[in-house]
């Protein structure tokens, strides 16, 4: 089944880590971190295992 969604709306933004230039799919929040795809995997909390 095919879904018929409008496409997000991107917001540019620059990464906290790398400052690199980045597309974010929110709108930034002054004063919050954003990180670019690579940089966010650093940061994202470890996945606990269920078992």
């Given at each position: 089944?095919m879904?018929?969604?409008?496409?997000r709306?991107?917001?540019?933004?620059v990464c906290?880590?790398c400052?690199?230039?980045?597309?974010?799919?929110?709108k930034p929040?002054?004063?919050r971190?954003?990180?670019?795809?690579?940089?966010y995997?650093?940061?994202?909390?470890a996945?606990?295992?269920r078992?």
């Open positions: 089944m879904y018929d969604r409008a496409p709306e991107m917001h540019k933004a906290a880590d400052n690199k230039e980045c597309e974010v799919p929110f929040t002054e004063g971190p954003v990180y670019c795809r690579d940089c995997s650093k940061h994202r909390p996945r606990r295992s078992f």
